[in-house]
């Protein structure tokens, strides 16, 4: 069975959403639901915060995303 991916990551106290190119396409060409946007929103949040935080913690918080998603390919959504 296929896991639902992962929309956010929590760590060091702070939750942050992930990058979803499904969701750019639904939002550009489909009908998105409110799910669709408010995950959306979400994303325009982080990155409008990132964009104020200090160029240290926006490199950790990329860093860690980064991690993430680079896990998250390399097990392929596969369950252990």
Not at 29 to 35: A, I, N, Q
Request: charged share 30%.
């Amino acid at each position: 069975m296929k896991k639902q991916p992962v929309k956010w990551i929590q760590f060091d106290g702070m939750s942050w959403p992930l990058p979803d190119r499904d969701l750019v396409w639904v939002i550009a060409h489909g009908k998105p639901t409110k799910e669709n946007l408010l995950q959306a929103a979400s994303i325009l949040s982080a990155y409008w915060q990132m964009i104020f935080d200090p160029v240290k913690k926006r490199q950790n918080v990329i860093r860690k995303i980064r991690a993430h998603l680079n896990q998250e390919a390399n097990t392929d959504g596969r369950e252990d």
